[in-house]
Nanobody
Framework: QVDLVESGGGLVQAGASLRLSCTLS????????LGWFRQAPGKDRTFVAA????????YYADSVKGRFTISRDTDKNSAYLQMSSLKPEDTAVYFC????????????????????WGQGTQVTVSS
């Protein structure tokens, strides 16, 4: 079991930057993948970015590619989502999630592929 806590959300204007943090605890050594997802009001939870925990290999949704950067710090058991050039359509609750099982199909992008979830942090981008 991996426990996750997100932080860093807030209200910003369009074009601004924001960095989200995700702190892991528990069986962190069993983490294979760390993903960020978001959920806007009335919409499904969607994939934003993820990385292979051991090699920090990233993968991004097309909607955030070039604007968001995912990273991790194994010494701090933390992951980050650096968001730049934010748009009103980026407004959502952002969740980090961990998967402990190895995937033979590469970095998982489906929410159901992840075992553990944080409680989420709200990001609001005003126009």
């Amino acid at each position: 079991q991996v426990d996750l806590v997100e932080s860093g959300g807030g209200l910003v204007q369009a074009g601004a930057s924001l960095r989200l943090s995700c702190t892991l605890s528990g069986r962190t050594s069993s983490t294979h993948y760390l993903g960020w997802f978001r959920q806007a009001p009335g919409k499904d939870r969607t994939f934003v970015a993820a990385l292979n925990w051991a090699y920090e290999t990233p993968y991004y949704a097309d909607s955030v590619k070039g604007r968001f950067t995912i990273s991790r710090d194994t010494d701090k058991n933390s992951a980050y989502l650096q968001m730049s050039s934010l748009k009103p359509e980026d407004t959502a609750v952002y969740f980090c999630a961990a998967r402990t099982a190895q995937s033979e199909y590469g970095i998982p992008v489906a929410a159901v592929s992840y075992d553990s979830w944080g409680q989420g942090t709200q990001v609001t981008v005003s126009s």
